[in-house]
């Protein structure tokens, strides 16, 4: 097959459709994103980039980054996105670890950012600004608007993205031209996008979500997008009226649901609303129905995978469930330890296999080795299947609490603890315990700021949880620790906590 880029583009719309609607008020169209990312092209093979090698971004939000990307695919490299906020000790991991050939960083960070390449072995670094300055910029000027493509295979490499590292060193997933490229096309027809769509896009572009689900699935539409700097609730909500779609993670939608003009009026227009990258209650899901008339669909994917699983378009979207396998995407549900298929309705891990699924750990030919079984790869999470095929997840294996021999799995107390009136949001950990091995603690932000009731909270679960499935301790917060895309950063709360139920 053909490079990600030209087959996203084979299918580019008139040149002047517009691509990008930008904050200042300026369009990008189809034609600028080919001169453009063309431009890019020429600027990294004049920079020594060859094929395969990799080009590591840490840089703001901009539309130029999204070009370079594209840029970075039609050369024949590997794009490399890495989070705004990982810290000097990270970057000099990622540097030595996946060798770049050039890292391009925001201007302001040059001076922390150089003595680290310098250490690494990382050959150029370079700079590029939200706002379109740095020395790309400078670089960029005169470069010729056209490309030849360079070939690429179904495996060569489109991409690297690192894993959280939350229980240990971040992983290089490896994602191919053809993994991206099947994701983008399916999630086209899955979810209806068509060339006349426009997305809200308030993502950050170093995540799968923003840059590969949000990104290549607008490219591979013809559609457009108002692209944001950021999520910020007001002015999110003042774009609405100009949009079709809007993909965001729970807290996106959270945080409408707390401006006034969010109304069903205002939305009335919109076609669909996706969330995506941590779990969504189910109580959340409710709220919104009842004050838009839209069901948010919520889906399933992963760092190594994108998307594997959806709620319909066309259905019911139920939830509490990331609903069914997309097309061509295939799941089981395992044994944890033999790897047996489980029956329906039992719990167990999610398997995944199909032309998403990435090629394995950058560097890491024992991990990878470890992580698929019999073809499948072992996603680490938990789910069980219904009766109608729907899928739903009940945590991470690896934040399984096994109580006085029991499992207790976070998510279902969680599910049960956020249908309370009482309750915003919540979070639920294991703590060592002396009797039990661990015990299940609920850390809860109420919905009524200094409420901290824990009688209450216990007899609204007296009848929905087993009493070994109930929190040992409930706690009360302002706020949950979350990273960049929203997921609760529960190993801090663990070792916050760890303590709590000691003696």
Not at 43 to 48: D, E, N, P, T, Y
Not at 54 to 69: N, P
Not at 182 to 187: D, E, K, R, V
């Amino acid at each position: 097959m053909s490079n990600l880029y030209s087959r996203l583009a084979a299918g580019f719309p008139d040149p002047a459709t517009p691509f990008a609607h930008l904050p200042d008020g300026s369009v990008v169209t189809y034609g600028d994103v080919d001169r453009r990312s063309a431009a890019f092209a020429h600027l990294l093979r004049g920079a020594c980039v060859g094929i395969g090698d990799r080009v590591a971004v840490q840089a703001e939000k901009s539309i130029d980054m999204l070009m370079l990307y594209l840029g970075a695919l039609r050369a024949g490299a590997v794009f490399l996105p890495l989070n705004t906020a990982y810290t000097a000790g990270e970057l000099d991991y990622f540097m030595r670890d996946a060798e770049p050939a050039l890292f391009v960083c925001d201007p302001a960070a040059l001076p922390a950012v150089a003595p680290l390449a310098e250490a690494a072995g990382v050959p150029r670094v370079e700079t590029l600004g939200a706002d379109g300055g740095g020395s790309l910029a400078a670089l960029l000027a005169g470069q010729p608007e056209s490309f030849d493509d360079v070939a690429r295979d179904d495996k060569d490499l489109a991409a690297i993205l690192y894993t959280s590292g939350t229980t240990g060193r971040s992983k290089g997933a490896m994602l191919s031209h053809d993994n991206l490229g099947s994701n983008a096309f399916t999630l086209r027809e899955a979810w209806a996008f068509t060339g006349g769509d426009v997305l809200l896009h308030a993502l950050p572009i170093f995540h799968t979500h923003g840059l590969f689900v949000a990104t290549n699935t607008i490219l591979a539409a013809g559609a457009s997008m108002i692209f944001l700097p950021k999520f910020d609730a007001a002015e999110a909500l003042r774009q609405l009226p100009r949009a079709t779609v809007m993909m965001g993670v729970p807290t996106f939608y959270i945080r409408l649901l707390d401006e006034p003009g969010f109304t069903r009026d205002h939305v009335a227009h919109m076609r669909l609303f996706v969330s995506g990258s941590a779990p969504l209650s189910a109580d959340i899901h409710r709220e919104f129905r009842e004050r838009t008339g839209h069901a948010i669909l919520e889906r399933y994917g992963m760092t190594e995978t994108n998307m594997n699983i959806s709620n319909p378009y066309d259905g019911d979207r139920i939830a509490g469930t990331v609903g069914l396998p997309l097309p061509g995407v295939s799941i089981r549900i395992a044994d944890p330890e033999t790897g047996a298929e489980v029956p329906q309705g039992e719990v167990g891990v999610v398997e995944i296999a199909g032309p998403n699924v990435f090629q394995g750990y950058w560097r890491m030919p024992d991990k990878t080795a470890a992580e698929f079984r019999d073809g499948w790869f072992v996603s680490g999470d938990l789910g069980l299947v219904d009766a109608r095929g729907y899928v739903t997840l009940v945590g991470r294996a690896k934040d399984l609490i096994i109580s006085g021999g029991y499992n207790v799995y976070p998510a279902e107390v969680e599910t049960a603890l956020d249908e309370l009136p009482q309750v915003h949001e919540s979070a639920v950990i294991a703590v060592p315990h002396r009797d039990l091995g661990e015990a299940p603690v609920a850390v809860i932000v109420p919905r009524d700021k200094g409420y901290a009731d824990a009688d209450a909270i216990r007899a609204g679960l007296a009848d929905t949880l087993a009493r070994y499935k109930q929190p040992r301790a409930i706690l009360f917060v302002d706020a949950l620790p979350k990273n960049a895309m929203g997921k609760v950063q529960k190993a801090l709360l663990r070792e916050e906590h760890k303590d709590l139920l000691a003696g």
